[in-house]
């Protein structure tokens, strides 16, 4: 029971607890840059959620035959690796996505997420920890550029997914595909689960002081 836990644990941790930009604010490069739609959001989300899971499992394999003077080098190879693999796949898939997603799907490459990851978590544990605790945090930064591209899309072109919310007469605001919604956005996402923490810690002091 203990190790279920444990491994239920690993999974939620990047879901909620340290989700990477609702509570590490890590990957601010893409979360910004791409969020334009949830399309671009979610596919950004996927590729880097293989390319963490990927490169885990392989650092957790090999992190005992690594010399520790290479190591942060030969883990950027490692997800160098994968990221050329999403690269080449998110090209022969569509066109039109990988144009959208530009520079951002080789900048995986320098995300400090995954790097992070590398060091902090696949280097000190076993592979199907690794794998699982990517995941998690994987999903998480998927979560939360969904959070943040659909209500871009949604306000700044009246569509969720390309498909039209409110009609002929609704009036986009174009602010939120620029840059500057971007910061809006995520802002007002940081609020929300900011309050959402501090309410939460709240309730629990209250109960234990019930008790």
């Not at 491994?7 to 990047?14: A, D, K």
């Not at 590729?47 to 899971?53: D, E, G, K, Q, S």
């Amino acid at each position: 029971m203990n190790a279920q836990n444990s491994l239920t644990e690993e999974l939620l941790e990047g879901i909620w607890r340290q989700n990477p930009i609702f509570v590490m604010t890590l990957g601010m490069c893409p979360t910004l840059a791409v969020t334009v739609s949830a399309v671009n959001a979610l596919s950004m989300g996927l590729a880097t959620t293989f390319v963490l899971m990927a490169s885990c499992f392989l650092i957790s394999l090999c992190c005992h035959f690594i010399p520790k003077e290479v190591r942060i080098a030969v883990y950027i190879l490692i997800i160098a690796t994968f990221v050329t693999a999403v690269d080449y796949a998110i090209a022969a898939i569509s066109l039109k996505l990988y144009d959208a997603l530009g520079a951002f799907i080789q900048l995986i490459v320098v995300n400090c997420i995954i790097l992070g990851r590398a060091e902090a978590h696949a280097s000190k544990n076993p592979p199907h920890i690794a794998v699982l605790n990517a995941l998690g945090m994987g999903i998480g930064f998927s979560f939360a550029l969904f959070c943040i591209g659909s209500v871009r899309e949604i306000l700044g072109a009246g569509a969720l997914f390309g498909i039209s919310l409110f009609g002929e007469n609704f009036q986009p605001w174009v602010v939120m595909l620029l840059p500057p919604g971007g910061f809006f956005v995520l802002g007002a996402w940081l609020f929300f689960f900011s309050y959402l923490a501090k309410r939460k810690k709240q309730n629990n002091a209250t109960r234990s002081a019930h008790q």
